[in-house]
């Protein structure tokens, strides 16, 4: 079983900052892709920020230039930094991990169980 846990998440004021991490561990042979969706009350889910098992990174463009995606390869773990934070990035923040649990599967999609930002004005 392959499972990702999120932490980090709460309430900060505008201008502040948080650090997301999400974990996977499990049977996993390989990851490719992880990153960060997020989906606020009466909107639909979109896709922050991900990352490739190389290193090469994409922003929405909301966050570009405040947000920044990283992840340790040795922990299975991506994290979100998470700078001058808006009220408009409060979310329930989710990870995913596209990985394979052995050698020859075929690559799927795992995700966190979210974890909420809310941002005060």
């Known amino acids: 079983q392959v499972q990702l846990v999120e932490s980090g998440g709460g309430l900060v004021q505008a201008g502040g900052s948080l650090r997301l991490s999400c974990a996977a561990s499990?049977?996993?042979?390989?990851?490719?892709?992880m990153g960060w969706y997020r989906q606020a009350p009466g909107k639909q889910r979109e896709l922050v920020a991900a990352i490739t098992s190389g290193g090469s990174t994409n922003y929405v463009d909301s966050v570009e230039g405040r947000f920044t995606i990283s992840r340790d390869n040795a922990k299975n773990t991506v994290y979100l930094h998470m700078n001058s934070l808006k009220p408009e990035d409060t979310a329930v923040y989710s990870c995913?991990?596209?990985?394979?649990?052995?050698?020859?599967?075929?690559?799927?999609?795992?995700w966190g169980q979210g974890t909420q930002v809310t941002v005060s004005s």
């Open positions: 499990g049977s996993i042979f390989s990851i490719n892709a």
């Open positions: 995913y991990a596209q990985l394979n649990v052995h050698r020859m599967s075929v690559p799927n999609v795992y």
